[in-house]
């Protein structure tokens, strides 16, 4: 992995927006993860600070921007640091 960087799979579970690196790679895998605007098509993909991330959850569209990697999965109030809350959406499958 590059210097500053780190898989997008693991930068989702250490941040709190899935559950668990499996269903990380599973949005990813099926599509629903974006990354600077293009899916995702890899769970190794390597994500930097400053990237903007959307994906899924729940019934809505998540919009991020990557504010910090992590170098382990903290607590929530430690998490929540690692990005900014763009855009919170519904998701265009509910429309």
Known sequence: MPDGAMR???WLWFARLCKS???AQTLIGQ???RLNRQ???KAGTPL???DEV???Q???QLRLKVLAL???RGPAAEAAGLYLLLDRLPRDDDV
């Open 8 to 10: 997008i799979d693991q």
């Open 21 to 23: 690196r499996g269903l």
């Open 31 to 33: 599509g629903l993860v």
């Open 39 to 41: 899916a995702v098509a």
């Open 48 to 50: 930097r600070p400053g």
């Open 54 to 56: 959307a994906l899924p």
């Open 58 to 60: 729940g019934r809505q």
């Open 70 to 72: 992590a170098g382990r």
